[in-house]
């Protein structure tokens, strides 16, 4: 399956979802096009890791802060969905880049975490053991990329059906899925992306971003993830 069938299979194309809380749901005749998606558990349901307070803002007024100024940004276009938009965006739009990508990069970062412990299983196992060592090995490589990311970004872990696995960080609210500013992404699938601004993690860890780090496994959706895998294949 390519990335546009997978993402289409995803909903963000606008075809029916396999997963009914992320929507990108817009319609041109309404004045904001874009909404807020709905949490898929609530904002004390990640706790201790991630706490209640930091969920609450993180969705209610930075998400929906991106998706605001996304809206006002696109008022005048024509816009069919967010993928293409931020597929096809070029250096000039920076507007559409910070708040296309920041809706983007939030709605997919909800369905990431998950207030049930797991684990990987299955190919996405396979793969992690194959390329990284093991579990262990891997998010220790994850968090070293997390880590490095200057400032505010995101890491991500994308998959490429020769070369399989790899880490990667973008800044501000770039993604891998921006194929334009990043061709070397083109055939690549988001599997997890987690977020290192410190509006994710300040309220209980301050400055200290390894402990959001190490905490953070701790709700790794990694049903959900194996999933995107399969979906990729
Ligand atoms: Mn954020």
Not at 4 to 9: C, G, H, I, N, Q
Request: with cysteine; charged share 20%.
């Amino acid at each position: 399956m390519n990335k546009r069938t997978f993402l289409k299979k995803l909903g963000v194309l606008g075809a029916a979802s396999l997963l009914p809380s992320v929507h990108f749901a817009q319609s041109p005749t309404q004045k904001t096009p874009f909404t807020l998606p709905k949490l898929p558990y609530n904002y004390d349901a990640l706790e201790p890791h991630i706490d209640k307070m930091t969920m609450e803002i993180h969705h209610s007024k930075h998400h929906q802060a991106y998706i605001n100024k996304l809206n006002e940004a696109v008022a005048d276009k024509k816009v069919d969905n967010l993928e293409n938009l931020l597929a096809t965006l070029t250096e000039k739009d920076t507007a559409i880049r910070n708040n296309g990508g920041g809706h983007y990069n939030h709605s997919l970062f909800w369905q990431l975490l998950s207030p049930t412990p797991q684990a990987p299983t299955g190919n996405l196992l396979s793969l992690i053991e194959k390329q990284y060592g093991d579990v262990a090995k891997f998010k220790e490589a994850f968090q070293k990329a997390a880590l490095g990311v200057f400032g505010s970004g995101w890491a991500w872990l994308v998959w490429h059906k020769t070369t399989g696995l790899q880490i990667c960080t973008t800044p501000n609210q770039d993604s891998p899925t921006m194929t334009n500013l990043y061709p070397q992404y083109k055939e690549h699938t988001i599997l997890l992306g987690i977020d290192v601004w410190e509006h994710a993690y300040y309220l209980k860890y301050q400055n200290k971003r390894v402990e959001y780090l190490t905490a953070i496994w701790n709700v790794m959706n990694w049903q959900e993830i194996g999933q995107r895998l399969a979906n990729a294949k």
